[in-house]
T-cell receptor, first 115, second 113 residues
Framework: DGGITQSPKYLFRKEGQNVTLSCEQN?????MYWYRQDPGQGLRLIYY???????QKGDIAEGYSVSREKKESFPLTVTSAQKNPTAFYLC??????????????FGPGTRLTVL | DAKTTQPTSMDCAEGRAANLPCNHS???????VYWYRQIHSQGPQYIIH???NNETNEMASLIITEDRKSSTLILPHATLRDTAVYYC??????????????FGQGTILTVHP
């Protein structure tokens, strides 16, 4: 089945540790995105990538880093510089970023809790 | 992208039509109206989008007013599984904010038996 996978579903880390969240897609999509969602709030864009080896900061990129070495993969690292890392993290992909029919497909999310 | 305004919550009886309004009075000519929904603790799911004509697919219908300042998402026969947060999003096609979806707080739709 085609889709987006994120692992793990729940993740716990100690304060001050970096942590990397996985996002893989087998939809052959060019564009991929990372969003953060806090309780009762909408999604906010962290980073996005339109093509392999290229990515752009979103609205709240501080304290995060990404890489896009392969088309299928877009891992997100939450660094110790991120002041409030506890949140629900969602990865998404779309076929072609500038097309009019480019609906975004979302993964199941990773809930990160920093203790 | 234009800001949208949605009611915080709505109720609907199972089997009835659910009509979810969205106000986007500052929408520009090249901005589309998108609807997504999010079931608790899951990723958002795309529902439908449109520019100025009414649109229908297997999930829902989208009615956009002639002046494009508001729209309504219609779920024709709501089921309990339609209980979710519904987001109305206005975004530019081909503008500088490629791919960006600006999510507000959405409408919590609760479908009752």
């Amino acid at each position: 089945d085609g889709g987006i996978t994120q692992s793990p579903k729940y993740l716990f880390r100690k304060e001050g540790q970096n942590v990397t969240l996985s996002c893989e897609q087998n939809l052959n999509h060019d564009a991929m995105y990372w969003y953060r969602q806090d309780p009762g709030q909408g999604l906010r864009l962290i980073y996005y990538s339109q093509i392999v080896n290229d990515f752009q900061k979103g609205d709240i990129a501080e304290g995060y880093s990404v890489s896009r070495e392969k088309k299928e993969s877009f891992p997100l690292t939450v660094t110790s510089a991120q002041k409030n890392p506890t949140a629900f993290y969602l990865c998404a992909s779309s076929m072609e970023d500038r097309g009019w029919n480019n609906e975004q497909f979302f993964g199941p999310g990773t809930r990160l809790t920093v203790l | 992208d234009a800001k949208t305004t949605q009611p915080t919550s709505m109720d609907c009886a199972e089997g009835r039509a659910a009509n979810l309004p969205c106000n986007h009075s500052t929408i520009s000519g090249n901005e589309y109206v998108y609807w997504y929904r999010q079931i608790h603790s899951q990723g958002p799911q795309y529902i439908i989008h449109g520019l100025k004509n009414n649109e229908t697919n297997e999930m829902a219908s989208l009615i956009i007013t002639e002046d494009r300042k508001s729209s309504t998402l219609i779920l024709p026969h709501a089921t309990l599984r339609d209980t979710a947060v519904y987001y109305c999003i206005v975004r530019v096609w081909g503008g500088t904010s490629y791919g960006k979806l600006t999510f507000g707080q959405g409408t919590i739709l609760t479908v009752h038996p």
